[in-house]
Nanobody, 115 residues
Framework: QVQLVESGGDLVQPGGSLRLSCAASGFDFEKYTIAWFRQAPGKEREGLSCISTDLKTYYADFVKDRFTVSRDKAKNTVTLQMNNLNTEDTAVYYC?????????WGPGTQVNASS
């Protein structure tokens, strides 16, 4: 079974933090670049961050001061630490694994930043 599953989404107050995890199984996780995306109702899907097989990272400008991505190869997980959340961060968050012409998507986890 090839699978990516996100977890950690929750309801948080503005200014709060969440840690999202992407757990991989059924494929050679270490060979895949893992990226985080989000999509809010009425908005286009946004790329947030990615981490390569050699641990190079990239962040979209609008999250780079608040979000941090990391990966634990031994546990087949990638983490997105999100700090200082605001209402604009409310969305479904997805992880994606890519290599060559193949990609896998998780089902998403809901983040709600509101009072």
């Amino acid at each position: 079974q090839v699978q990516l599953v996100e977890s950690g989404g929750d309801l948080v107050q503005p200014g709060g933090s969440l840690r999202l995890s992407c757990a991989a199984s059924g494929f050679d996780f270490e060979k895949y670049t893992i990226a985080w995306f989000r999509q809010a109702p009425g908005k286009e899907r946004e790329g947030l961050s990615c981490i390569s097989t050699d641990l190079k990272t990239y962040y979209a400008d609008f999250v780079k001061d608040r979000f941090t991505v990391s990966r634990d190869k031994a546990k087949n997980t990638v983490t997105l630490q999100m700090n200082n959340l605001n209402t604009e961060d409310t969305a479904v968050y997805y992880c994606r694994g890519t290599i060559s012409t193949s990609d896998f998507w998780g089902p998403g986890t809901q983040v709600n930043a509101s009072s």
